[in-house]
């Protein structure tokens, strides 16, 4: 019977968060779990929340909608909508690299070997361009609102 090593994860947390000689798409990779996380924790304190305060009453809901009207929430918001657009477009990048529409055609394992990054290079750029397009949209958006 064979024996079988597990190999010890020495790097733990930071492993997960350091992405050490990793290219700009392992950044986005990490980005792009965190801004998940995010999202789920946001939309379960905002139904929670939303519930809550709409079973107690209108003065309730009244005055938690006027709290909500000040600086800070105005940038938690802006934050939340910031992690969406990232979260939807880059999620929308990883599935045409994984249905293999931003790979091209592969080539023969011939050295000096060629890797798949330079092909999806550019459509990691122009997602950052669209991403921080549209960021701008919003914030000039929530800055005309009133901040």
Same mark, same amino acid.
């Given at each position: 019977?064979?024996?079988?090593?597990?190999?010890?994860?020495?790097?733990?947390?930071?492993?997960?968060?350091?992405?050490?000689?990793?290219?700009?798409?392992?950044?986005?990779?990490?980005?792009?779990?965190?801004?998940?996380?995010?999202?789920?924790?946001?939309? &379960?304190?905002?139904?929670?929340?939303?519930?809550?305060?709409?079973?107690?009453?209108?003065?309730?809901?009244?005055?938690? &909608?006027?709290?909500?009207?000040?600086?800070?929430?105005?940038?938690?918001?802006?934050?939340?909508?910031?992690?969406?657009?990232?979260?939807?477009?880059?999620?929308?990048?990883?599935?045409?690299?994984?249905?293999?529409?931003?790979?091209?055609?592969?080539?023969?394992?011939?050295?000096?070997?060629?890797?798949? *990054?330079?092909?999806?290079?550019?459509?990691?750029?122009? &997602?950052?361009?669209?991403? *921080?397009?549209?960021?701008?949209?919003?914030?000039?958006?929530?800055?005309?609102?009133?901040?």
């Amino acid at each position: 019977m064979a024996e079988i090593r597990h190999r010890k994860n020495s790097l733990g947390i930071t492993g997960w968060a350091w992405a050490g000689k990793y290219k700009l798409e392992r950044y986005l990779y990490l980005l792009h779990r965190l801004t998940g996380l995010g999202l789920m924790l946001f939309a &379960m304190m905002h139904l929670t929340a939303t519930t809550v305060f709409r079973i107690q009453g209108q003065e309730i809901w009244t005055a938690t &909608m006027d709290l909500l009207h000040n600086l800070w929430f105005k940038v938690g918001e802006f934050l939340v909508v910031t992690a969406f657009v990232f979260h939807a477009l880059n999620g929308l990048r990883l599935v045409l690299q994984e249905l293999g529409f931003a790979l091209g055609k592969p080539v023969p394992p011939i050295y000096p070997y060629q890797d798949a *990054i330079r092909k999806k290079r550019p459509l990691t750029i122009a &997602m950052i361009v669209l991403i *921080i397009l549209l960021v701008i949209v919003f914030f000039y958006d929530f800055n005309v609102g009133g901040w």
